[in-house]
């Protein structure tokens, strides 16, 4: 059973920095593309960062040049370094393993599954 749990959100000032953790279990790590997103009350599920099984990344517009996907194979755990940020970023933020082995062309939430609680950030002006 794929369990997946999101960690490290909090409440900062904008131009603060978060990092967030993300520990999936239960299926076999380096083989498939995992996706950070976030959500807002009312509106859609939107991916922000994502890292494919050879390490490839991508970045959603908002966040190019301010967040930055990782992962660490010996703890089965994937992070995203939020830097510089804005209160529009505010949202609850989720990781998921996605259905498919590469990211590309497999961007929505549709793609990914077993979705976590999420962990909240909150960025105050």
């Known amino acids: 059973q794929v369990q997946v749990a999101e960690s490290g959100g909090g409440s900062v000032k904008t131009g603060g920095s978060l990092i967030l953790s993300c520990v999936i279990s239960?299926?076999?790590?380096?083989?498939?593309?995992v996706g950070w997103f976030r959500q807002t009350p009312g509106k859609e599920r939107q991916g922000v960062a994502y890292?494919?099984?050879?390490?490839?990344?991508k970045y959603s517009e908002s966040v190019k040049g301010r967040f930055t996907i990782s992962q660490d194979n010996a703890k089965a755990t994937r992070y995203l370094q939020m830097n510089d940020l804005k209160p529009e970023d505010s949202a609850m933020y989720y990781c998921a393993p996605s259905h498919w082995t590469y990211c590309a062309g497999h961007w929505g939430s549709d793609d990914f599954g077993n979705w976590g609680q999420g962990t909240q950030v909150t960025v105050s002006s």
């Open positions: 239960g299926y076999s790590f380096s083989e498939y593309c």
């Open positions: 890292i494919d099984t050879d390490g490839e990344r």
